[in-house]
């Protein structure tokens, strides 16, 4: 079955980064567009980015531009999410959810997310 | 960037009860080229993921019980429950996906 299995959590200092990763399983993972949305404690959901695992062509939300970065591994079928110059704000749960086969596609498979703890 | 504005921002609703959570954008989300709404309903548990249950407004995730239904075109849209079950208490998100992404703030939905 179509599977998003993601890295474990992590406690990183301010001014660290912290890079997570996304193995898929299940379906061709070059033919879907894999999007990161993060979840503070309590909050909602914000999305970060998408990268297209064909190419590797990635958009971000401006919020993040400068600070994130989307990358992918097509021989392990895993997409990593990069996130720099950590804040306490950047403390959230973090989940890959795969998109559609073309790049306007609601997200019907998600990891169970990664929680990143930002602490001094 | 489409602003995504979901009422009310919680819900209590009688077992057996219709739960109804609305959400409207700041601008369309009806692709003229192919009439379809890109609008897209989500359900979170607490501690899981966001699971899809509506897609192009109207239709339903292979799964989802069909007392879940999507209504709404352009720019108003809502989310109807036509008999509230115990396990459907959780928060609900809207999403557009005409331009990249974003969600709406939730609603939480509780049994009264």
């Known amino acids: 079955q179509v599977q998003l299995v993601q890295s474990g959590a992590e406690v990183k200092k301010p001014g660290a980064s912290v890079k997570v990763s996304c193995k898929a399983s299940?379906?061709?993972?070059?033919?879907?567009?894999m999007h990161w949305v993060r979840q503070a404690p309590g909050q909602g959901l914000e999305w970060m980015g998408v990268?297209?695992?064909?190419?590797?062509?990635?958009t971000y939300a401006q919020k993040f531009q400068g600070r994130v970065t989307m990358t992918t591994d097509t021989s392990t079928s895993t997409v990593y999410m990069e996130l720099s110059s950590l804040r306490s704000e950047d403390t959230a749960v973090y989940y890959c959810?795969?998109?559609?086969?073309?790049?306007?596609?609601?997200?019907?498979?998600w990891g169970q997310g990664t929680l990143v703890t930002v602490s001094s | 960037d489409i602003v995504m504005t979901q009422s009310p921002d919680s819900l209590a609703v009688s077992l057996g009860e219709r739960a109804t959570i609305n959400c409207k954008s700041s601008?369309?989300?009806?692709?003229?080229?192919?009439?379809?709404?890109?609008l897209a309903w989500y359900q979170q548990k607490p501690g899981q993921p966001p699971k899809l249950l509506i897609y192009?407004?109207?239709t339903r995730e292979s799964g989802v019980p069909d007392r879940f239904s999507g209504s709404g075109s352009g720019t108003d849209f809502t989310l109807t429950i036509s008999s509230l079950q115990a396990e459907d208490v959780a928060v609900y998100y809207c999403?557009?996906?005409?331009?990249?992404?974003?969600f709406g703030q939730g609603t939480k939905l509780e049994i009264k």
């Open positions: 959810a795969r998109g559609g086969s073309g790049r306007l596609a609601a997200a019907g498979v």
């Open positions: 299940g379906y061709t993972f070059t033919s879907y567009y």
């Open positions: 192009g407004a109207s």
């Open positions: 999403q557009q996906y005409y331009t990249l992404y974003t």
């Open positions: 601008q369309s989300v009806l692709h003229r080229s192919n009439n379809k709404n890109y």
């Open positions: 990268i297209n695992p064909s190419g590797g062509r990635t």
